[in-house]
C-alpha cells in the first residue's frame, strides 16, 4: 500500500473526471462555482505541473479557458490517429503473448498500436493476480517507462518488432502500429534520438521533459478528454472479452472470502465486453491515447485471468487476425542463425534438451525434468547411430553440470555429442549486430509524413550493445532438431518451441 500512496503523491491531484454528457446545459450557481474553481485548479496545476506548457507566455496570456487542456496538441490530433499502448513485463515469451493480446486489443478498438522495447527479464513484475496483488495501471506504465528510457539511454534498446516479425500483418492492413521511439518523439515533442546512447545520468533538460512526459502517459495526471484515458480495470477486477454475450457478468474465479478480509478488498472480478465498455460510444473512445497496463493473461481455475478473447466467430475480421498471431515468428536474421547452427555446426540430425534448471518453480523439479530427458536419449541411444547428437538449452552454467545428468552426458563421449550456443560464439555476435542495423521495428510501423528525424532515430537508436538473442537463435535451434525435442514441463519457452515445430518453421 505504501508504495502506491508514495507513487500517487508524485502528482498533486488526478484530474477531475467528467462525464460525457454531465454538463448540465443551464448550470446553476454552485456548479457555476465549482467550474470555476476547477478551471482555476487546472490552471495552476497545469502551470506548475507541465514545464513546456508553463513557459509558454502565449497560454499565460490566454484565456482560463485556453488553458483547459487537451494536453493533446495540435500535433497530436493533427496525426489523426488514435492509439493504445500496454505495459509488458517480466520474460520475453510473456511480453510475446502478452503483445499478441494487444494486437486483438487494437484491432478490435481500430487503434494503432504502439510497440514496446524488449524489456529485460526481471525489469518489470506485475505481481500475483490470483493472489490479488498486481501493480496498478499507472505502476506498471511507469516502470515500463522507466525501463524503456533505461534501455534508450544505455544503447540497448531493441524493439518487439525487431524481433518478431509482424511485417505480414502490418502490410495486409491487418493492424497498424507506430514504434515506442517515433511515437513518444511525436506525442511529447522530444528529439527522442538525442536520449539514445547518452551516457548523461538523466539530469539533462530532455530528460526532464521525458520524465514528465512519462508520468503524465503512464496516467499521473489522471484522464485528459479526448486525449489520454488509462484503463484502470485490471485481473482484480475484469476479464476483457468480445462479443460472447455476457458482458457485466461474475466471473467464475472470484477472491475467497478469507482472501477479501485479509487484503480488505471488495474485488467482485466481472467479464466485461471490451468493445462496449472502451469502443465507440464509450468515454475512452474518443482519446488519443489508450493506455492499459499489464496485458498478461492465463488460464486459472477455468477461467482467463484478464484476457479472454481467443475467438471472434462473428467478426470475421478479428477472427482472421486470432489465427494469425497464434503463431508469429521471428525476423528473417534469427530464423537464418538458428537454421544454420543446425546446418552447419551440428551437421547431423540431433535431440533438443531445454532445461530450466534456476528460475523459482523449475529448481524444484530438477529430478523429474532429467528423467524425461534420460528416456528419450536412452531410447535414441539403443536405436543408434553412435553418437546421439545433442543440442542443449538450459540456464544452468556448463561449470555447473558435473554430478548432473548433463555432466554424465558430457562425459559420456563415445555416446553423446553434445551441442550449445555461447554469447562468444561468431554466429550469436553476427546475429546480434544483424538485427541492430536491421531497424525491422522502425520500418515496419506508421510515421507521420510531418516525422524528419527517422534517419536520425536509426542511426542513434539502434542498439550499440549487442542484444541478448541467444534465447531466440537457440529456439530456432530446437524446432530444427529432427530426432526430437525435450522441454521442461511448464516452462513457455517450451511451448513456444512446441509451438515453432508444429508450424515447421526450420524448413520453410
Ligand atoms: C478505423 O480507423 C481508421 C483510421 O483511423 C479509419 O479510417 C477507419 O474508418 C476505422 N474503421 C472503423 C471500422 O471504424
Ligand atoms: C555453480 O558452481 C559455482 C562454483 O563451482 C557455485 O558457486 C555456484 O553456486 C553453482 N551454481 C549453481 C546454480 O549450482
Known amino acids: 500500500m505504501n508504495t502506491i500512496v508514495a507513487l500517487a503523491g508524485r502528482s498533486p491531484n488526478p484530474w477531475p473526471r467528467k462525464k460525457p454528457g454531465s454538463t448540465p446545459r443551464s448550470p446553476s450557481l454552485l456548479s457555476c462555482t465549482v467550474s470555476l474553481f476547477a478551471v482555476l485548479f487546472l490552471f495552476v496545476f497545469f502551470y506548475f505541473s507541465y514545464a513546456r506548457v508553463s513557459t509558454s507566455p502565449s497560454l499565460l496570456r490566454g484565456s482560463l479557458q485556453a488553458s483547459r487542456p487537451s494536453r493533446c496538441e495540435p500535433r497530436i490530433r493533427a496525426l489523426g490517429q488514435r492509439f493504445l499502448s500496454y505495459a509488458p513485463h517480466s520474460g520475453f515469451s510473456n511480453q510475446l503473448s502478452e503483445f499478441k493480446n494487444a494486437i486483438v486489443m487494437a484491432a478490435i478498438l481500430n487503434r494503432t498500436l504502439v510497440v514496446p522495447p524488449v524489456l529485460d527479464h526481471h525489469a518489470v513484475a506485475l505481481g500475483s493476480c490470483p493472489k490479488f496483488r498486481v501493480l496498478s495501471g499507472r505502476e506498471i506504465r511507469l516502470a515500463v517507462w522507466e525501463s524503456a528510457m533505461e534501455l534508450l539511454r544505455a544503447g540497448r534498446y531493441i524493439s518487439m518488432a525487431d524481433i518478431i516479425d509482424i511485417s505480414s500483418l502490418v502490410s495486409s492492413s491487418m493492424i497498424r502500429t507506430i514504434d515506442f521511439r517515433v511515437f513518444v518523439s511525436l506525442w511529447c515533442g522530444v528529439n527522442i534520438d538525442l536520449a539514445c546512447n547518452n551516457q548523461a545520468t538523466g539530469q539533462s533538460p530532455l530528460f526532464a521533459s521525458l520524465k514528465q512526459c512519462g508520468s503524465f502517459l503512464s496516467g499521473f495526471n489522471g484522464n485528459v478528454d479526448e486525449c489520454f484515458y488509462s484503463v484502470d480495470e485490471d485481473c482484480r477486477s475484469t476479464v476483457w472479452t468480445y462479443q460472447n454475450g455476457n458482458d457485466g457478468v461474475l466471473d467464475s474465479f472470484q477472491p475467497d472470502e478469507q482472501l477479501k478480509r485479509k487484503k480488505k478488498i471488495t474485488y467482485a472480478r466481472r467479464r466485461r465486453n471490451v468493445y462496449k465498455a472502451l ?3 464509450s ?13 498478461f ?16 466467430p462473428k467478426d470475421q475480421r478479428i477472427q482472421s487476425i486470432i489465427e494469425k498471431i497464434e503463431f508469429l515468428p521471428f525476423v528473417p536474421q ?8 543446425a546446418l552447419t555446426t551440428i551437421k547431423a540430425p540431433f535431440l533438443c534438451a531445454q532445461l530450466r534448471l534456476l528460475d523459482g518453480q523449475f529448481k524444484n523439479h530438477r529430478k523429474t525434468t532429467f528423467l524425461t530427458l534420460k528416456e528419450k536419449v536412452e531410447s535414441l541411444r539403443q536405436n543408434g547411430p553412435l ?8 540456464d544452468l552454467p556448463e561449470d555447473n553440470w558435473s554430478r548432473t545428468y548433463l555432466g554424465d552426458l558430457a562425459a559420456d563421449v563415445d555416446n553423446f555429442k553434445l551441442h550449445f550456443l555461447q554469447e562468444e560464439d561468431e554466429l550469436f555476435i553476427r546475429t546480434a549486430k544483424e538485427l541492430a542495423v536491421g531497424g525491422h521495428g522502425l520500418r ?7 516525422f524528419a528525424r527517422m534517419d536520425k532515430l536509426q542511426k542513434q537508436c539502434s542498439p550499440r550493445i549487442l542484444a541478448d538473442v541467444l534465447l531466440y537463435i537457440e529456439e530456432v535451434i530446437c524446432s530444427c532438431a529432427s530426432l526430437g525435442f525435450v522441454g521442461t514441463a511448464g516452462s513457455t519457452i517450451a511451448e513456444s518451441i512446441e509451438l515453432m515445430r508444429k508450424h515447421d518453421v526450420c524448413s520453410s
Open 279 to 281: 469502443g465507440p460510444g
Open 283 to 295: 468515454q475512452a473512445d474518443s482519446a488519443a491515447l489508450l493506455a492499459f497496463g499489464s496485458l
Open 297 to 312: 493473461t492465463s488460464a486459472y481455475k477455468g477461467s482467463q485471468l484478464y484476457f479472454d478473447i481467443h475467438e471472434a
Open 334 to 341: 534469427i530464423l537464418h542463425a538458428g537454421k544454420e547452427f
Open 387 to 394: 553418437p546421439v547428437h545433442i543440442f542443449v538449452m538450459t
Open 444 to 450: 515496419v510501423g506508421f510515421v507521420a509524413n510531418s
